[in-house]
C-alpha cells in the first residue's frame, strides 16, 4: 500500500467513515481532494463502432466481457450517454474539447486527403491535464488530423502510438475482404496507412498482419505508460481501432466467440480492458484512478456479423436515431463512484472535460464549451439530475437533426440512412436507402426504440423542443434551415 492510499485510509477512519460511507456526496470535496493527495488519474478507453449491446452488462449475446462486466460491477453504467455526432472525427473532438464537433469546425470522418484537423487554439483534454503536471499519451486512433501541425504531440499529448485516421482509409488490399465493391476506384488517391510513434513514422504501409496485432500492441503500450508514471498522476487516453471495419484480431483471440470474428475483436476488447486494470491493481493505483470506457459512435449495420449491435436501440452508425449516438459507458473509481450502480440520466462525452477539469482543479477553456459537470451523478448523489436542459444532434455539413431534452427526444425533418435490405455478411456490406424523418417526438422512457411519434399528443412539448432547437441554430448554425450561427470557430487549417 503507498503512503497516499494509507493517508486516504486514515481519513477514511478517523473521520469514522467506513466503507458504505464511501459513495456519498460531499465526502470528498471535488478538487485534488485531500492535502497531500496525488489528483486521481484519468483512463478514458474509447472503441470505434461498438453498438449499446456489444457489453455483457449491456445485454451482449454469444460473446463474453467479463472485464467490462466486473468494471461495471465495480462502477456506475450509464444507460443514456451520448456521442455529439455518429462518426469517428466529430466524435472525437468532442470528447476532447467538451464543445459541440460543429462549433470547433470538425464534422464528418477525416481522411488522408484532408487539409484541416483540430485547431490549436482549442484546448484539449491533455492540455487541460498537462496545466496540472499530468504525463499524457493517446494510444490507438487519433483522426483530428494527421498532418504535423494536427498531431496529439502538438496538442497536449507527451507520447503518441497509433495511426492518424480510420483503419478502412488505405489501398484495397487483396488479403482483405471487408472493403465495399469499387473500393478500390473509390480508395485510388489515398496513401497507404502508416503507423506513427511520436511524429515519426515508423511504419509507412501497415499491412493486414499488422494491423492483427494493434489490440495487442496499444495495450502494451498502455500498460507500460502506467509502469512508468505510477509514481505522477498521469491522463491515458486509448482509443482502440477495433471494431472498425475491416476486423482483425490476434491469433489468441481468434475464433474464441460463439458470434464469429466480430465477437473474438470485442473479446480481445475486453483482454485489454482487463490488462489496465490489472495494471493499476499491480501498481496501487485503483483508487487513485478514474477509468471511463465507452465507444465513438453505433454500430456500422450495413456489414452484418462483422459489426455490433445495437439492440433495443432504433438504426447505427451515421444516423442520429439512438442506435447511432447512445454508447455504453461505464465508469469505475473505487471509492469515489459507487459500485454496482446505473445512471439513466441523458449526459454526453463533452461533460468529460469539464469535469474532469473540477476533479483535478484544473481551470476550464477560456473559449466558450458545451459540456458541463456531471460529478453529482457519477458520485451517486441522491436526487443528481441531468446538468443539461437539452442535448444537440447534428450530423452531416451542420444539420441539427434531433435534440433530448428530460425524457423526451424531438426528431426534426431530415433525412437517413437505413438499410434496404438484409445487413451484408463476412466482411460484404449491404446497400443503404435514403429516407425521410419528419417532425417526430419520442418519449424514451417508454420508448427506448423509437417507434411510436408522440408529436400529436403533446403539442406543448413539442413546442418547448422547437423553442430549444432555434436557440441552437442561432448558436451553431443548422444547414437544413440555411442558419449560419454566431458562435461556430474555425478548425485548424493548412
Avoid at 484532408?114 to 498537462?130: F, S, V
Amino acid at each position: 500500500m503507498t503512503d497516499q492510499q494509507q493517508t486516504r485510509r486514515d481519513f477514511l477512519k478517523t473521520s469514522g467513515a467506513g466503507a458504505a460511507v464511501l459513495a456519498l456526496p460531499g465526502l470528498f470535496p471535488s478538487g485534488p481532494s485531500l492535502s497531500g493527495l496525488r489528483s486521481p488519474n484519468i483512463v478514458i478507453i474509447y472503441t470505434d463502432d461498438q453498438g449499446y449491446s456489444d457489453v455483457g452488462a449491456f445485454g451482449a449475446k454469444d460473446f463474453d466481457t467479463p472485464n467490462l462486466d466486473r468494471m461495471a460491477a465495480d462502477g456506475m453504467r450509464f444507460t443514456s450517454f451520448y456521442v455529439a455526432q455518429p462518426v469517428c472525427s466529430a466524435s472525437r473532438a468532442a470528447l476532447l474539447t467538451g464543445c459541440y464537433p460543429n462549433r470547433i469546425g470538425i464534422t464528418g470522418a477525416l481522411g488522408p486527403n484532408a487539409k484541416h484537423g483540430i485547431n490549436a487554439q482549442e484546448l484539449t483534454l491533455a492540455e487541460l491535464c498537462k496545466s496540472k503536471g499530468y504525463a499524457t499519451a493517446v494510444f490507438g486512433k487519433w483522426h483530428l488530423g494527421h498532418h504535423p501541425k494536427f498531431l496529439p504531440t502538438r496538442h497536449g499529448f507527451d507520447e503518441f502510438l497509433g495511426i492518424p485516421y480510420s483503419n478502412d482509409m488505405w489501398p484495397l488490399h487483396p488479403s482483405i475482404v471487408d472493403l465495399p465493391e469499387g473500393a478500390a476506384k473509390r480508395k485510388r488517391g489515398y496513401p497507404d496507412l502508416p503507423l506513427f510513434d511520436g511524429e515519426r513514422i515508423v511504419n509507412p504501409k501497415i499491412t493486414a498482419e499488422d494491423q492483427k496485432e494493434f489490440t495487442t500492441l496499444f495495450t502494451k503500450r498502455a500498460v507500460d505508460f502506467i509502469d512508468r508514471n505510477k509514481d505522477r498522476p498521469f491522463f491515458l487516453y486509448l482509443p482502440h481501432v477495433m471494431p472498425h471495419v475491416p476486423l482483425f484480431v490476434s491469433e489468441k483471440f481468434e475464433g474464441k466467440s460463439r458470434q464469429g470474428r466480430y465477437g473474438d475483436v470485442i473479446m480481445e476488447i475486453d483482454w485489454s480492458v482487463g490488462r489496465v486494470l490489472d495494471a493499476l491493481k499491480r501498481n496501487g493505483l485503483e483508487d487513485d484512478t478514474l477509468v471511463i470506457f465507452t465507444s465513438d459512435n453505433g454500430p456500422w449495420l450495413s456489414y452484418g456479423n462483422h459489426a455490433g449491435s445495437s439492440r433495443p436501440l432504433r438504426e447505427g452508425k451515421g444516423t442520429t436515431w439512438e442506435g447511432g449516438v447512445r454508447e455504453p459507458c461505464i465508469m469505475r473509481w473505487p471509492g469515489r463512484i459507487p459500485a454496482g450502480a446505473t445512471c439513466d440520466e441523458p449526459l454526453m462525452t463533452i461533460d468529460l472535460l469539464p469535469t474532469i477539469a473540477k476533479l483535478i482543479g484544473a481551470s476550464l477553456p477560456a473559449r466558450k464549451i458545451d459540456g458541463l459537470d456531471i460529478w453529482p451523478l457519477m458520485a451517486g448523489e441522491p436526487g443528481a439530475k441531468s446538468p443539461h436542459e437539452v442535448l444537440y444532434f447534428y450530423y452531416h455539413r451542420n444539420d441539427l437533426e434531433a435534440l433530448r431534452s428530460g425524457k423526451w427526444k424531438l426528431i426534426l425533418p431530415h433525412r437517413y440512412r437505413s438499410l434496404t435490405g438484409k445487413p451484408g455478411a463476412d466482411g460484404k456490406p449491404a446497400g443503404y436507402t435514403q429516407k425521410m424523418a419528419g417532425l417526430e417526438l419520442y418519449d424514451l422512457s417508454s420508448d427506448i426504440g423509437e417507434t411510436t411519434n408522440v408529436a400529436a399528443e403533446h403539442p406543448d412539448v413539442v413546442k418547448r423542443l422547437q423553442a430549444l432547437a432555434e436557440q441552437a441554430r442561432d448558436d451553431l448554425g443548422d444547414s437544413l434551415t440555411k442558419r449560419e450561427g454566431k458562435n461556430r470557430r474555425p478548425p485548424g487549417k493548412l
